[in-house]
Structures are given as structure tokens and as C-alpha cells.
């Protein structure tokens, strides 16, 4: 059976708006929120990284230049309650584990790795987020981006229905938009047993274009 991983990884493109009266957290540090953390990184583009846990094996994370209230998800409205976990800081990680796997974060650059139950590594950022500001409509929005697992000879497979021929998706380049026969849904599923979902409710590059 393959396990969900990634329920959420980073809200790229979402309308983010000021946190209000919050207790301000040190660079390098974090504190445990409703199911889970926030850290602020002590260095690269996030200023602030949650990690949250819904479910045995389903881990929600969002990343955004500052500490920010973003707008309710409209694929998972209701998501899943967390369950049994546990926060450990070692040194300059925080972990945060349930029973079957666990979400890593570096408090310097607020990466996010995960780990199976047997401490295998399964997930990684490649690479700090990468934000810019834009506008849309006349409302300031940010454009994110990341990359994960570079290099890797997994098999990644799903994100809706293109017409491209492409099954494996590894190392492919599509764009995540619903036009004419294409079908978007930003959820991938690896060959390392785990799935991931961009949440994100605008137009998508999946690949490195």
C-alpha cells in the first residue's frame, strides 16, 4: 500500500496575508504549533516553515518568505486530525515523527527531509524554496518554487491526464493546467513509496524548464 508523505508540500501561489498578533520566534528557532512546528530558518529565502502532522504518515508542510496566515486549502477544506507524534530538537534539526515516518527540518535553512520508520532517508529538498512577488487582478501574490529529490532513479508517476505520451514522469518537464484534454491534479506518487501533493490552486511547472 503506498503511504502519503507529502499531504502538502509548500502553498506556492496562494494569497498570503499578515499573521496577527503573534508571538515573534528567533531566527534559527521554533515552537510547537496546533499539530506540529514553525520554525523561522536563520538564513535562506523562508522566513517561516510549518510543519504539521494529519494523520499516521501524512505530514502538511508550508513555506513562505515571512510568518503569514495563508487562505483555507480547496483541495483538503477539512484535513485529517494528526494523530500520535513527537517534536525532538537534535542540535540544529527539530524532528518531527509519527510512527510510521519523519519530517526533519534544518532550523539554518528550514529544509524539510523525510524518513521512513526505518530511518531511510525517502524525500528531500534539494534545494531552499524560492519565492517573488507578483500580481494578479491587482492583488499581490507569491510565486514559489522547489525542487526535490534530484538525481534520483525513481518512478514518479500521475498529475492528471496530458497528452504527451509520458507515463514516468521523472526527469519530464509538463505544465499543470486544465485546458481543452488536459486534466491537472498535482499529486505524484514515487516508486519509493510515498505520494505528494503541490498544493496549489494556480498553473503549475512540474519538471525543470
Excluded at 24 to 38: R, S
Excluded at 70 to 98: C, F, N
Excluded at 184 to 191: I, N, Q, R
Amino acid at each position: 500500500m503506498t503511504k502519503a508523505l507529502g499531504f502538502a508540500l509548500l502553498l506556492a501561489g496562494s494569497a498570503l496575508t499578515p499573521a496577527l498578533a503573534q508571538a515573534q520566534v528567533a531566527k534559527g528557532g521554533f515552537e510547537k504549533i496546533t499539530n506540529g512546528i514553525g520554525v523561522a530558518p536563520s538564513s535562506g529565502p523562508a522566513g517561516w516553515v510549518e510543519v504539521t502532522v494529519h494523520g499516521d504518515g501524512i505530514i502538511h508542510v508550508v513555506a513562505s518568505p515571512t510568518r503569514t496566515t495563508t487562505v483555507p486549502s480547496l483541495m483538503v477544506p477539512t484535513p485529517p486530525i494528526a494523530g500520535q507524534y513527537t517534536v525532538t530538537q537534535q542540535g540544529k534539526r527539530v524532528l518531527v515523527a509519527t510512527a510510521r515516518d519523519t519530517a526533519e527540518v534544518d532550523l539554518k535553512t528550514g529544509r524539510v527531509r523525510f524518513l521512513d520508520k526505518a530511518g531511510k532517508v525517502v524525500l528531500d529538498q534539494a534545494a531552499a524554496p524560492a519565492f517573488s512577488p507578483t500580481t494578479a487582478d491587482g492583488k499581490p501574490f507569491v510565486v514559489a518554487s522547489q525542487q526535490f529529490n534530484r538525481g534520483t532513479d525513481e518512478g514518479l508517476y500521475g498529475l492528471g491526464q496530458h497528452q504527451n505520451t509520458q507515463m514516468d514522469y521523472n526527469g519530464e518537464d509538463v505544465e499543470l493546467a486544465q485546458h481543452n484534454m488536459d486534466i491537472a491534479v498535482p499529486f505524484v506518487v514515487s516508486t519509493r513509496n510515498y505520494g505528494l501533493l503541490w498544493d496549489n490552486d494556480g498553473i503549475t511547472r512540474f519538471g525543470n524548464p
